[in-house]
């Protein structure tokens, strides 16, 4: 008998690691708010979405919109005195230890064309680290989460990065080539492309979520804002991998990420140096 939506998001949680811990509670709420909210996004999905352009010419749409009202509305109700960041609404900032970073739909480009390939992204910064993450990939049901000590999981099951040791047997993602002159990586797109076995694209969130399950080696995003990163920085580093900027750095702040299995960071960084 297939499984009820329902019934899929308790596997999510009940199958992984449970730690009594307020991190575990946290883990398992950004789970359940990242299915709500990506449950939502599905009542629009290849229904011919009409699309809107913000200021920085970025597209939203009102699914977007929609699951990050849902989700705000979800840690007001459970966590009052949390502050809150997002892309589509403006940032509650009280002072408060704990920040939830919010993005509705990761690849709004992606779901506006209907390709399954978008994210709702949900994590918890505590004192400055992000200390638990869920990405949830709607119209592909897959849930990808950790928090800090606990594991990573994929479908409820443990996640690891793959073991691949040589970039020349390296799947690397992208979303864009353009993002890549944007970000004033041209010269190190040009080393990485005649180096690994083969480089894939359209990737957004997923790129990341395939590196922390073992499905690709390394995701590449020359331009990044703090909510398309927050969850994969616990995600990658309880997969056993990194996630962080260009240089080796871990953080969600240095407008550009990489995600990579821990056998390749070395090679892959001395290439992207390499003069």
Known sequence: MALLASDKLSLFVERGLRV????SKYMDFAVEAAWKAGRL???HFQTGVRTEYKEDETEVT????????????EIGAKYPTHDVIGEEYEDKKSGASQRWILDPIDGTQAFARGVPLYATLVALEIDGEVKTGAAYFPALDEMVYAAEGMGCFWNGRRSRV????????AIACFTQTA????????????????????CRGWSDAYGHALVATGRAEI??????????????????????????????NETIYAGEAISSNSALLPDFLRLIESP
């Open 162 to 169: 793959s073991e691949i040791s040589s970039l020349d047997r």
């Open 219 to 248: 995701m590449l995003d020359p331009l990044m804002n703090p909510w398309d990163s927050a969850p994969f920085l616990p995600i990658l580093r309880e997969a056993g991998g990194y996630f962080g900027d260009w240089s080796g």
């Open 62 to 73: 009102i699914a977007d919109k929609e699951a990050e009202s849902l989700l705000r509305r």
């Open 41 to 43: 996004t599905l009542a």
């Open 179 to 198: 993002n890549f002159e944007r970000g004033n990586r041209s010269e190190e797109w040009e080393k990485i492309q005649k180096t690994v076995l083969a």
């Open 20 to 23: 009594s811990s307020e991190l």
